[in-house]
């Protein structure tokens, strides 16, 4: 029989619950829950009608146009060797196997901001940045 929590425990935010899920676990939860948080989906299910309320998230799981497209774009760049390879010539750059003339510092410029509208795409696709960054 346990003990009615105090006015002091009813204040404090509850400590969390980990639970590792493998890939396929976690991506068919994610899919079930479509736009709700993975979290209050999850508390659902366990819970039913018993659920505490909880207080109203400022941040929630965005619907994306195409998913499909979007995992496998972050397939492909997952799959790449691209950070492995930028590292490569970052080393060769520094160690000076790599002739670093204005057309090959350009070409690298180009490139590094090539990466960087990507990741700002994906970080909007994601719902993680406005339209206006």
């Given at each position: ?30 899919q079930s829950a ?100």
């Amino acid at each position: 029989m346990s003990t009615p929590p105090s006015n002091s425990d009813k204040n404090k935010t509850p400590t969390p619950f980990s639970l590792r899920l493998t890939f396929e676990e976690r991506a068919s939860l994610e899919q079930s829950a479509g736009s709700q948080p993975l979290g209050a989906y999850i508390r659902s299910k366990l819970l039913g009608g018993k659920a505490a309320r909880r207080k109203k998230r400022t941040r929630t799981r965005k619907p994306l146009k195409d998913e499909k497209a979007l995992s496998e774009l972050l397939g492909k760049l997952g799959q790449s060797r691209l950070a492995s390879n930028i590292n490569q010539l970052a080393k060769a750059a520094n160690s000076g196997s790599l002739p670093v003339t204005p057309e090959t510092e350009k070409a690298l410029q180009d490139a590094c901001g090539d990466v960087r509208s990507m990741r700002i795409m994906l970080m909007r696709a994601l719902g993680y940045y406005s339209s206006d960054v």
